[in-house]
């Protein structure tokens, strides 16, 4: 043994696939320094034809400075053919979905390492009723979106049955999608017509 | 000339790659069975490892039977490294901007088509600022969600700069996703923990 490894703190393991000690680490530095949480996410996109069109998420601003993430990632969009789409991408309502189900299972992973329970599996899966007669403007007492959704998690893991549930509660609380969805937030829409 | 080109109308022209007739069909459809406007889209998650995960999104119920996009699509979602991530995709949140921002350009789309206006080129841009001391739950005063939406459409077309403006305008009147995301939806959540 050398000195240095007799001086160290036992190494707190990554759990869950999670960097628990720099995921403290962060928090720490967060609440010494509170205004490096201010985050601003972006999204540019193209129309391709019809209702078809490219989301390219790239760069986003967040710890005092302009980030990039490892790389670029494209996400299309388009309406299937029984709305008259080319059925190329999923459609923008389905990409609601994958964000809540994402940001709720990230959220939960973390909360999950930092009280030390091991997981061995997380599914979930979202459903969301909608309407068309609102989007296709054919009703205005039915809303354009989605009038409800219903997620249900499956999880396994190292802790009881009411451990990984509240798990689940506790990534809700702090979950940024399920916080957009549920309460909305002000959207602001400019156009430069040429 | 044969007689069949003779005592057919005027072919409708399709316009920004969007099958006008066909879409006009679809909406009188609609109007004489509204039931087949109900539709559910779904997604289906599972962890990966970390803050990482992968939705697929493939069936889909409307026009009163289960139907498939013509084939699945599956997207991962991450945390950046800032976060104690791998970034091994874009984050939960910004899924929900190219929902937004693709949702918002089928719509017009379809409307500019619909009033016979024929679109050149259509790009936007959406930020969306989120202070993260709500989901590192540092803050009780401050929302986990996103603080506030920017949407900036750049359209060009054969038409006035009014009437491009009043397309997006009107699109905004019918997007799914911006109700959802600017009206918020009631969102159900269970847990199967074994």
Chains 1, 2 share one sequence.
Request: hydrophobic letters at 40%; a negative charge.
């Amino acid at each position: 043994m050398t000195t240095a490894t007799m001086t160290e703190k036992p190494p707190v393991m990554p759990r869950n696939g999670v960097d628990t000690p720099t995921l403290f680490a962060t928090l720490d530095a967060v609440k010494g320094q509170p205004e490096i949480a201010k985050f601003q996410f972006r999204a540019s996109n193209r129309w391709v034809a019809g209702t078809h069109s490219r989301s390219t998420l790239h760069g986003f601003f967040g710890a005092g400075q302009e980030m990039e993430h490892k790389q670029a990632h494209s996400y299309d969009a388009d309406h299937p053919q029984v709305l008259v789409g080319a059925d190329n991408a999923p459609t923008p309502v389905e990409f609601l979905l994958h964000a809540l189900a994402s940001c709720l299972t990230a959220g939960m992973i973390n909360i999950a390492a930092a009280r030390g329970v091991d997981l061995t599996s997380v599914e979930s899966t979202v459903e969301g009723d909608i309407d068309l007669l609102g989007i296709l403007g054919l009703s205005d007492e039915v809303r354009n979106g989605y009038q409800g959704i219903r997620v249900t998690f499956r999880v396994d893991g190292d802790a009881p049955a009411e451990t990984l549930r509240d798990l689940v509660e506790r990534s809700r609380q702090r979950s940024a999608v399920y916080d957009v969805i549920t309460n909305g937030v002000p959207v602001d829409i400019r156009v430069e017509a040429a």
